[in-house]
Nanobody
Framework: QVQLVESGGGLVQPGGSLRLSCAVT????????MNWYRQAPGKQRELVAS???????DFAESVKDRFTISRDNHKATVCLQVNSLKSEDTAVYYC?????????????WGQGTQVTVSS
């Protein structure tokens, strides 16, 4: 059974930081691209950050220079460090594992963790 479990969300003041984590079981973690998405109320889910199986990273323009993504293939975890938070970063953040090559079509999601930025 595949499980992606996010943690680390919470309430933070503008300018603050959080470290979101996603623990993954049930797949060959190192073979998957890992992504963080977010969905704010009334908006579509958007891709925030990605890290490929060979550790190449990419970020949405709105979070570049504020967010970093990392992965630990031994622990099967992916983390999103979110800094200099703004009210518009308020959303549910979702972890996603996406297969490529022979694993193309495998697409798994976590339940999400809420990030609220407010004073």
């Amino acid at each position: 059974q595949v499980q992606l479990v996010e943690s680390g969300g919470g309430l933070v003041q503008p300018g603050g930081s959080l470290r979101l984590s996603c623990a993954v079981t049930g797949i060959s973690f190192g073979l998957y691209d890992m992504n963080w998405y977010r969905q704010a109320p009334g908006k579509q889910r958007e891709l925030v950050a990605s890290i490929t199986d060979n550790f190449r990273t990419d970020f949405a323009e709105s979070v570049k220079d504020r967010f970093t993504i990392s992965r630990d293939n031994h622990k099967a975890t992916v983390c999103l460090q979110v800094n200099s938070l703004k009210s518009e970063d308020t959303a549910v953040y979702y972890c996603n594992a996406r297969g490529r090559g022979p694993l193309f079509g495998n697409d798994y999601w976590g339940q999400g963790t809420q990030v609220t930025v407010s004073s």
